[in-house]
């Protein structure tokens, strides 16, 4: 559940400082290795909080050191959210950083890739062959009997002299 800024002031006190620049119109004008450090800064309070919260877990159950506790779990446990709560802004922020700088990275190198190949000379083989004026006809290899068109005329009407021959 999102704890409202009021509430976190409430809670931290003095140390809501440290939380206030994980709020987001201030966190988006953050560097990125000002928003690196704040990760740091707020996952070493979110851990130490974490091991005060564990600790008295354990002495209540009778299982740690009976040393003095750190004061009320619940608000221990609600300041521990509130510590992760910005941390978790804060990470979504470094992302969304590296996700920039990943792309910048990644566009920069194709750029360079592709201007080493537009200098590079084609190295393709000749053609050979090409359809020039479109398709040639291929010379039959039939062989070729050429007949007198006369000889046709000719031997039709021998037939038909013998035919009447016949016939008569």
Do not use: C
């Not at 939380?19 to 130490?48: I, K, W």
């Not at 009320?72 to 609600?78: I, P, Q, V």
């Not at 190198?109 to 000749?126: D, F, I, S």
């Amino acid at each position: 559940m999102a704890t409202s800024i009021a509430a976190e002031r409430r809670l931290l006190g003095d140390d809501f400082t440290a939380v206030a620049p994980s709020h987001y119109p201030a966190l988006a004008d953050l560097p990125a290795e000002e928003v690196l450090a704040l990760a740091r800064t707020l996952r070493e309070q979110r851990n130490r909080l974490r091991g005060m919260v564990h600790a008295n877990r354990r002495a209540s159950r009778g299982k740690g050191e009976a040393r003095a506790t750190a004061g009320n779990d619940a608000a221990l446990t609600r300041r521990k959210q509130v510590y992760a709560a910005a941390l978790k802004r804060v990470n979504h922020r470094l992302d969304v950083l590296h996700g920039q700088a990943r792309r910048a990275w990644h566009a920069a190198a194709l750029r360079e890739v592709l201007a080493r190949k537009r200098a590079t000379a084609a190295q393709h083989p000749g053609a050979g062959d090409s359809a020039g004026m479109g398709m040639h006809a291929k010379p039959s290899r039939k062989r070729s009997v050429r007949t007198d068109p006369r000889e046709i005329g000719r031997v039709s009407q021998f037939v038909r002299n013998a035919q009447a021959k016949r016939d008569r």
